[in-house]
């Protein structure tokens, strides 16, 4: 039997694109910065060997694209993440606020994702009964009052300078009702755990 994985959003040419200098002629060798997304995509070029990239940028570019990460296609156990709060790579008081499922599958490849990109970030989990995020939101389970109880629990408000976070970008229709429960600013995100650490570097 032929098990079926979990969509992760993985990045595509089309969203790779947007993060490229298309102001700036393509590389040597390549027709369009959508030809030279192609190749990073494919694994036939580096980000890091094209000088015209912000460093940074290129950096983010190859670490998410080296994650080879396989899932099932589905956690019937729907487990938990028991803590109220992650924080990655030491984050500090301007280090942005990121707002997710508390999936363990959906903290598993959060995780990888800004360990490998080296992000600095604080994650807090929202009580989804263990569903992953985009479940999560087509079921109803991510819901205004959950992510003001997960803010609150965090006590995120000490550690960080402004009452503003990342919401998925799943979840954007969720964005005004959520801003009026909690009173904190809310940034639509990328739909995409591996856009992450490129969409914070244009922030």
């Known amino acids: 039997m032929v098990i079926e994985e979990i969509d992760l959003y993985r ?4 969203v790779l694109e947007n993060y ?7 590389p040597e060798g390549f027709g369009s910065w959508g030809d030279f997304a192609k190749a990073l995509t494919d694994g036939k070029a580096r980000a890091s060997d094209c000088k ?31 803590e109220v709060l992650f924080e990655y790579n030491s984050p500090d008081v301007g280090s942005p606020v990121l707002l997710t499922s508390n999936s363990v599958i959906t903290h598993q490849i ?35 009052m959950g992510v003001l109880k997960a803010l609150t629990d965090s006590n995120i408000a000490a550690k960080t300078g402004a009452k503003r976070a990342v919401l998925p970008g799943l979840a954007k229709d969720l964005k005004n009702n959520i801003e009026r429960a909690t009173r904190w600013s809310m940034e639509v995100g990328p739909v995409s755990a591996f856009e992450l650490p490129l969409y914070l570097l244009t922030r």
């Open 52 to 82: 015209k990239i912000d460093g940074k940028m290129a950096f983010a570019m190859d670490a998410v694209l080296s994650i080879d990460i396989h899932l099932p296609e589905s956690d019937p156990m729907q487990r938990k993440v028991p």
């Open 11 to 14: 990045l595509s040419a089309d």
């Open 110 to 144: 959060l995780k990888l994702v800004l360990d490998t990109a080296k992000v600095k970030a604080f994650v807090i989990p929202v009580d989804t009964n263990g569903y992953t995020l985009d479940n999560a939101v087509i079921t109803g389970n991510f819901t205004p």
């Open 20 to 26: 490229l200098p298309t102001d700036k002629s393509p």
